[in-house]
């Protein structure tokens, strides 16, 4: 399994599932990161975390931690 | 009539709320939280009140601006609903908007940002988007103020019909299915244009719906029903309804939405984003921005215009003028001295802060309104999060070192609420501006003046609070949910004049209040005691006032509390009781009461030094306790905070005075010097034990 984690900045991928639960899952999916979506990683932090990302045409941070849990392809 | 105002944050809200408001706002919090609550009267429309309600991008149960906002809707029915979006965003803003059409309750949706829309060249079916959507729909541009007439116009009428929007197609057919059935089964306790809200909560197990609305017996009877139905997604039915929504959502913005931008093309902000977080770039030009924001509000402009208040206005003007007038008018000299020494005097001190205030929440308001204050969190996540702080809290944390009630209040930028409570128990640790003169005199008279003083103590403040957060960390108080950092980055804007300077005003007003009324009953409490006897004799000051005093005798008896801390003389007691009041005072009171014997005629040079620890981490005054009460939200969050600060203080000094003197004065090692060690064995106890952490994959906190 692939995380969102691991996809180097710049490249675009779609969500495959998202493991987790309860208020961080839910968050992560009212942002509109569902499976489905298309997702670039457009930055990381100066000191390595969190990531930026763009999703639904806009940007969203969100920490590594949470990244991990977003399986791509 | 009611209206309530919802949308996401960042979507223009404030703005659209200021401009139908005008300046009838009134500004509090929700009831037993610290999310802030404004409402106001519709200009030209005296009898309609507009109710803002907070930034949310959902009404799921897990944050509290979500619960309040959902409640208010539930429970105070709106008779209509203004639903603010960003044009610009519209498949996100849609979001909320698909959550909001299904509680019942007449709405409007507001398209804002209709100058942005034109200029990009983006094109918005409305017809077929008000069709889809089964409610009108008005594009507006609050900052422009266009639109906003029409906007009002069909919200009123919308109430006046109590037109309720039509349920729009979202679900799947087996879960649709399955949520009519939940809705014939809700009982006549619910209204039926809700039924479809309820149906959908009681379909994502949502605890603190049914719980509220005893719908337990309708969640059980289809419990195996929707078991049923996760089996067959192989996902939560939580995750279920989100999915369909914004599947819902992609189809309406497929048929009503184009965009006129190529695919990829950088926006001006995006373009601003790449500079300002790059990842060589984004720390020195944070430390410029910082640095700027203090140079001016802290050191320079600020602290002359602080200056000139508290030296010539309230120092010489307003008190000259005073004295005259009550010599004019032959008042008693008690009234007198009290009027100006401890009225004028007091409330005077905490109001000579008010420009450099007014200055830090320009500065504030200006870095949130134009996007730059999420960045800051992006920036300084990694190192804060460590300490139990976000990254937003570098900013009060700073601003703390000029004064503790601005870094307090500019702890609401925080939205994590344990992220935020963290921040205002430990903002104060940096030496603020009275406490430096403090830390300048007893350097002055024991320490030959040396800069290592001041410059240890900013150190040791940050000690405190990094070794404060991290063990408050691992208690569980700050360990009560999970709180995902999940940011929205929005488009850079140019900050707007009318929303900064509103939010300057409103946060300047509290604070001058708060100074009008608990500094002025503290001021004369406090002149009052050190100017009478018991005997309520009244002192004349000009003699050796203090020494015959009530608060003599007070400090007199608590003066053994400092004992082990090397001060249990009564001049201590009572220094450290006045500079409780105000820190500004922590240094005037000693060489008052030492007088032309000098300071080092109360304290030993150790004494002089644990007296200094002990103010360093003490609340820093009563407008800052007062702050700190406020912004923790509940009476026991702001007892625990004053008091953690309080013992702080105490151990600090203790251990500081215990050690100091064993190990560099000759002391002997006595019982105190014992327990000095115990302490210090305690406290790397605090810090190294295992605490709790997130499991993230469970969704849960638990023990490390």
Redesign the interface.
């Known amino acids: 399994m692939t995380s969102l984690k691991e996809v180097p900045v710049g490249s675009t991928v779609t969500i495959k599932k998202l493991h987790g639960q309860g208020a961080t899952k839910k968050r992560i999916m009212d942002m509109g990161l569902i499976k489905g979506s298309r997702v670039k990683v457009t930055k990381v932090a100066p000191l390595g975390d969190p990531i930026e990302l763009t999703v639904r045409g806009y940007e969203l941070s969100i920490r590594k931690a949470e990244a991990e849990l977003i399986e791509v392809a | 009539m009611k209206i309530a105002l919802a949308g996401n944050p960042n979507s223009g809200k404030t703005t659209l709320f200021n401009e139908l408001t005008g300046s009838s706002q009134y500004v509090g919090n929700w009831p037993g939280v610290t999310v802030e609550k404004k409402d106001g009267h519709l200009k030209g429309h005296k009898d309609v009140i507009i109710q803002d309600l907070p930034g949310i ?2 009404l ?1 149960p ?2 509290l601006e979500e619960v309040v906002s959902r409640r208010y809707l539930v429970n105070e029915t709106p008779d209509a609903i203004i639903n603010i979006i960003d044009g ?2 519209l ?2 803003n849609l ?1 909320l908007t698909t959550q909001l059409l299904e509680l019942g309750i007449p709405m409007v949706i507001a398209i804002n940002m209709l100058d942005v829309i034109e200029k990009n060249g983006d094109h918005i079916d409305l017809k077929s988007l008000e069709k889809r959507l089964g409610c009108k729909v008005v594009t507006i541009s609050a900052l422009k103020n266009r639109g906003v007439d029409k906007l009002v116009k069909t919200t009123i009428e919308e109430a006046n019909r109590n037109h309720i929007p039509d349920i729009p197609a979202i679900y799947e057919d087996a879960t649709l299915d399955l949520i009519k059935r939940i809705e014939s089964d809700l009982g006549t306790g619910i209204k039926d244009s809700a039924k479809r809200y309820f149906a959908v909560k009681v379909f994502e197990r949502d605890e603190k719906v049914v719980e509220e609305n005893n719908l337990q017996n309708v969640l059980q009877a289809y419990s195996n029903d929707i078991k049923k139905i996760e089996t067959e997604e192989d ?2 039915s ?2 279920i309804i ?2 369909q929504r ?1 599947m819902f959502i992609a189809d309406i913005i497929d048929a009503v939405y184009k965009s006129g931008r190529a695919q990829g093309e950088l926006t001006l902000s995006d373009k601003i ?1 790449k500079i300002v ?4 770039l ?2 020195p030009i944070f430390a410029l921005i910082i640095f700027v924001m203090y140079y001016i509000s802290v050191t320079t402009l600020g602290t002359w215009m602080t200056d000139w208040t508290n030296d010539v206005l309230f120092g010489e003007i307003v008190p000259g003028a005073v004295t005259s007038l009550c010599q004019t008018l032959h008042v008693a000299s008690w009234l007198q001295h009290l009027i100006i020494d401890g009225i004028i005097g007091g409330v005077g001190t905490v109001l000579g802060f008010v420009p450099q205030i007014l200055l830090v929440f320009l500065f504030l308001a200006i870095l949130e309104d134009c996007g730059y204050m ?1 960045r800051v ?3 300084m ?3 804060l999060r460590k300490f139990g702080l976000s990254g937003k809290s570098f900013i009060p944390i700073l601003i703390g070192s000029g004064c503790g009630v601005p870094a307090i209040m500019a702890t609401r930028t925080i939205e994590n609420v344990e992220d935020r409570r963290m921040t205002i128990m430990l903002a104060t640790f940096i030496p603020c501006a009275a406490k430096t003169e403090l830390i300048a005199m007893i350097s002055s008279v024991f320490f030959h003046g040396s800069a290592w003083v001041a410059t240890s103590m900013y150190f040791l403040g940050i000690i405190v609070i990094v070794l404060s957060g991290i063990a408050l960390k691992k208690t569980r108080w700050f360990n009560s ?11 850079y804007h140019l900050p707007q004049f009318k929303t900064v300077l509103m939010r300057v005003l409103e946060r300047g007003k509290h604070f001058i209040v708060k100074a009008g009324t608990i500094i002025f009953a503290v001021s004369v409490i406090v002149w009052f005691l050190e100017s009478y006897t018991w005997s309520l004799q009244y002192i004349d000051p000009e003699s050796a006032a203090l020494s015959k005093s009530i608060l003599r005798t007070i400090g007199e008896f608590i003066s053994p509390i400092f004992a082990p801390l090397g001060f249990g003389n009564w001049q201590g007691g009572v220094s450290v009781l006045v500079a409780l009041s105000a820190k500004e005072l922590s240094a005037s009171t000693i060489q008052t009461l030492a007088g032309k014997a000098g300071v080092a005629s109360i304290f030993t040079t150790m004494g002089g030094f644990s007296y200094m620890l002990l103010n360093l981490f003490n609340p820093p005054c009563i407008a800052a306790m007062s702050t700190i009460m406020r912004e923790m939200g509940s009476k026991a969050w702001g007892w625990f905070a004053i008091l953690y600060q309080v013992v702080l203080g105490y151990v600090v000094a203790f251990i500081g005075y215990q050690m100091g003197t064993w190990l560099f004065f000759g002391g002997s090692f006595n019982a105190f010097t014992a327990i000095a060690i115990l302490l210090i064995i305690g406290i790397v106890y605090m810090v190294v034990r295992p605490g709790y952490k ?1 499991d ?5 906190v638990v023990k490390a």
């Not at chain 2, 709180?483 to 980055?489: A, I, K, R, Y």
């Not at chain 2, 993230?696 to 849960?700: F, T």
């Open positions: 991008y959902s799921s897990y944050t610009t965003n498949e996100r979001y996902d939560t939580e995750s989100t999915t914004y984003d977080t790059n990842r060589v984004a720390l999420s969190a992006f920036i996540d990694r190192i949910e999970v709180s995902p950092f999940v940011m929205e980055l929005p488009a997130v993230e994959l469970h969704g849960e």
